[in-house]
């Protein structure tokens, strides 16, 4: 693996061009587009290694020309093939919670103790989810997630049959119903985390983070890069588990799904679609 400084922007001056030629720097992404209107636009990347002694230059490019920029981390096969933990992001989507103007009040605990208003952390689940009898779906994804939420798991009852079987550990399963009715949904399963880790976020200095000015709590600002988590944290009687850490911006509040190679050997195995796993680094 790697870690890498990406930045960009569109329509770049010709100056910008001229500035990372005069740094060597002569593989940026440079690419050019007409519209229908006859309009070119113009869009530049520039991806550059956090050990190459160029690097401060380019954070001063990107402050002096206002581009985008993030840190990201790049994985290869051997990474991949090592990693006895993954974290798990969900990239298939299953519709809006409802109802849509209270599904918080309807699902969670807000009067929980540990629940914050202003920063969305320390949320308690405390009922099903609901969703629109017509949500969307596609008949081939086997996992996804609700529009907001982005720890909460949902999986088709064959799915929740397999893990059962496998003998998937630290999961139960709560059914999703139709919003407006009692009414379960036979194929849109909620995989409940029996575990949630303790501090264990190793590499805290590497994202950026905002602390709520009314819990006092801190949240990190998730980014491409890899986490490095305290090797002790993990045993080997979990598959899935949710950090102690608080992530997102804002309201946004959310813990990071980890999950262990044994799951993700089944997830592979099964050719289950609407997970992508990332390696983690325990330490």
Known sequence: MRDYYSAHTL???SALEAELIALGLYDYEYKEKTLGSGVITSFIRIKIPIDDSRLPDILGLKQKYQLLGTYYTEFDDDDYADATW?????????GYPKPENSWQEVTYDLT???????????????????????????????????GWVYDALFVRSRVKDELTTQGIKSIDFLPAIEAGSKKSFE????????????????NTEDFPSEVCTQCQRR???????????NRTSFSDQLDMVLTHEWFGSGALAYRKILVSRRFAELLQERRWRGLRLRPIVLE
């Open 187 to 202: 194929d849109v399963i909620q995989i409940l985390f029996g575990h949630v880790m303790g501090p264990a976020l190793l």
């Open 86 to 94: 993954l974290e798990a992001e969900i990239v298939s989507w299953i």
């Open 112 to 146: 929980h103790p540990d629940y914050c208003r202003k920063c969305g952390a320390g949320f308690v689940q405390i009922n099903p989810f609901r969703f629109a009898k017509s949500h969307e779906r596609g008949k081939t994804i086997h996992f996804c997630q609700p």
């Open 11 to 13: 329509n770049p001056p």
């Open 219 to 229: 949240k990190w600002v998730p980014m491409k890069r890899v986490n490095r988590f």
